[in-house]
């Protein structure tokens, strides 16, 4: 019985740990491109060990597969992205970028979707997300609090990322998924999972008791 209270309490400590940062407003995030939450054909997940991770993504067909992610914002508030990417010839270096839109808009040169990367070619780079016309360079996102879905489509075959890094710092200097210590994607998943662990814990102190 006291071991079972002794888990609990600690669980309970464990559980207040997220929510205490989390309400300090941590406004950075960095995840792997891999660690999408749906994924469109033929955009598919490759391997290279000079990746985050040792994993990228990438399509080998132009204008077709995309990647999604949930994204939890804890402020509303105006936010930079940078991808760490790889072009190679001047012709495989550009993405589309939407948040909360099942529609990329039009192949143009005037699409704020369309994210032209400006990195050496063969090499790993950060290069901030930027946007054709409106889009600006880079391109700021106006996201409110909560869950949003960002998307990433290929625009151009063979253009390859591997991880993501958001702030609301335009002068920030990114951080690599595999390196960054900050919050998940998405807390309140987390807290969920704590909420079951909880659970499971009470459970057990009762069939003791």
């Known amino acids: 019985m006291y071991r079972a209270l002794l888990s609990l309490t600690c669980l309970m400590f464990m559980m207040l740990l997220p929510f205490g940062s989390y309400a300090k407003t941590d406004d ?78 039009e192949d143009n040169d005037t699409n704020e979707n369309a994210w032209d990367m400006g990195g050496p070619v063969d090499l790993w780079a950060w290069d901030p997300v930027s946007g054709r016309g409106i889009g600006g360079d880079p391109r700021m996102f106006d996201l409110d609090v909560g869950i949003h879905t960002l998307r990433v489509w290929t625009r151009e075959n063979e253009s390859w990322l591997d991880c993501i890094y958001m702030s609301t710092e335009q002068t920030d200097i990114p951080i690599l998924a595999s390196e960054f210590e900050g919050r998940e994607r998405m807390e309140t998943r987390k807290a969920v999972d704590y909420v079951g662990k909880l659970a499971a814990v009470w459970g057990k102190v009762k069939t003791q008791d």
């Not at 491109?33 to 080998?60: C, L, N, Q």
């Not at 760490?84 to 993405?95: A, I, K, L, N, R």
Request: charged share 30%.
């Open 28 to 105: 950075e995030l960095a995840f792997e491109a891999e660690d999408y939450d749906k994924i469109g054909a033929p955009m598919v997940v490759a391997e290279d060990e000079d990746a985050s991770g040792g994993k990228y993504i990438k399509s080998p067909q132009g204008r077709a597969g995309w990647a999604e992610y949930e994204i939890e914002v804890p402020d509303d508030g105006q936010y930079y992205m940078w991808g760490m990417v790889q072009e190679h010839d001047g012709v495989t270096d550009s993405f589309f970028v939407t948040f909360d839109l099942d529609d990329r808009g």
